[in-house]
Every structure is written in structure tokens, then in C-alpha cells.
């Protein structure tokens, strides 16, 4: 049974870091890929940063340079640092184990930077982790 647990989340003024954490079980890193989403009101779920089946990371242009996403495999967790926080960075921030029903592998270029779709990837999300930036 996969299970995906996100904490760290909070309040911060813009400017602030915060870091979130996620402990994901009963997955192979390898063959998924390990990313953070958010989904701010009233708007679609976003992708954030992704680790694929490769371990290359790829980030939403609105995060470049101000957020890194990195990952331990030993240990089955999955931690976004963010920095330099702006506003618009205020979403509820998900933690997901992704991988295509057909390869049993994840490569984003299909479905960046939107979220990946359910009708051919498994999907296992978190239950959410609320950030919010001040101005």
C-alpha cells in the first residue's frame, strides 16, 4: 500500500524560506517520479518540481532559482526547500508518487507543467500541505 505523507508547510512573509518534507512508502523511487504540486483557489493543480524515473529534476518557471527539490531514497522521502517566498507562491502544496500504468516508469514531458493524468498514471497524492506567504 503507497503511502504519502507531507509536512512543513505554514505562514511566512515574502522574502521567508520554509522547507516541506514528504515520507512516501511502498513505492520503488526508480520507477516513479516523486514531485510537490500545489493548487491555489479557484485554479488548476500545478506541477512545482519533479524528480523522474531517472533522477533528473525539472521546475515550474516560477520557481526556478528559488526552490530546489531533492530527494533520499534510502530514507523514502522527498523535501522541498523554498526560498525567496513570494505571494503567489500561496497554495495548498502536494507531495505525489507518479508512474505510467503502461512503461511502470515516469518521465514528465507528457503532462508538465500541468498534473499528471489519472486515466494512464497511477497517481498517489498526499493530503495537502497549506503554505502561506504574506506581503
Known amino acids: 500500500q503507497v503511502q504519502v505523507v507531507e509536512s512543513g508547510g505554514g505562514s511566512v512573509q515574502a522574502g521567508g524560506s520554509l522547507r516541506l518534507s514528504c515520507a512516501v512508502s511502498?513505492?520503488?523511487?526508480?520507477?516513479?517520479?516523486m514531485g510537490w504540486f500545489r493548487q491555489a483557489p479557484g485554479k488548476e493543480r500545478e506541477a512545482v518540481a519533479v524528480?523522474?524515473?531517472?533522477?533528473?529534476?525539472r521546475a515550474a518557471d516560477s520557481v526556478k532559482g528559488r526552490f530546489t527539490i531533492s530527494q533520499d531514497a534510502a530514507k523514502n522521502t522527498l523535501d522541498l526547500q523554498m526560498n525567496t517566498l513570494k505571494p503567489e507562491d500561496t497554495a495548498m502544496y502536494y507531495c505525489?508518487?507518479?508512474?505510467?500504468?503502461?512503461?511502470?516508469?515516469?518521465?514528465?514531458?507528457?503532462?508538465?507543467?500541468?498534473?499528471?493524468?489519472?486515466?494512464?498514471?497511477?497517481?498517489?497524492w498526499g493530503q495537502g500541505t497549506q503554505v502561506t506567504v504574506s506581503s
Open positions: 524528480i523522474d524515473s531517472d533522477s533528473r529534476t
Open positions: 505525489a508518487a507518479v508512474r505510467s500504468r503502461r512503461t511502470h516508469a515516469c518521465y514528465p514531458t507528457s503532462w508538465w507543467p500541468l498534473r499528471p493524468p489519472s486515466e494512464t498514471y497511477d497517481v498517489y
Open positions: 511502498g513505492v520503488t523511487y526508480s520507477t516513479y517520479c
